[in-house]
Nanobody, 122 residues
Framework: QVQLVESGGRSVQAGDSLRLSCAVS????????LGWFRQAPGREREFVAA?????HYADFVEGRFTISVDNAKDMVYLQINSLKPEDTAVYYC??????????????????WGQGTQVTVSS
């Protein structure tokens, strides 16, 4: 059974940094595709970052976000620097056992965590 559990979300000030974590079990992350998405109130879930053979980022990231994995610990991370109020959202970790996917489309991922809230105040 695949499980993804996010953590690290909290309320911060604009300009702060956060590292979100996602604990993965039930699949081999070194051969899987892993993604981070976010959803703000009243908005659709949007792609943030993904990693399969390489890293991919949404255009709005502008170098502020970094996705990484620790295969030994079965963890996926999202480092967010220079947080902005518009980054406020629930952040979700997602996984697909195949690396052959359209990584930016949330419907491509069958496995999801419960989400972690990030709130950025100006």
């Amino acid at each position: 059974q695949v499980q993804l559990v996010e953590s690290g979300g909290r309320s911060v000030q604009a300009g702060d940094s956060l590292r979100l974590s996602c604990a993965v079990s039930g699949l081999t992350i070194s051969t899987s595709a892993l993604g981070w998405f976010r959803q703000a109130p009243g908005r659709e879930r949007e792609f943030v970052a993904a990693i399969e053979w390489t890293e991919h980022y949404a255009d709005f990231v502008e170098g502020r976000f970094t996705i990484s994995v620790d295969n030994a610990k079965d963890m996926v991370y999202l480092q967010i620097n220079s947080l902005k109020p518009e980054d406020t959202a629930v952040y979700y970790c997602a996984a697909e056992t195949s690396r052959w996917l359209r990584y930016s489309e949330y419907r491509q991922y069958p496995y999801w965590g419960q989400g972690t809230q990030v709130t950025v105040s100006s």
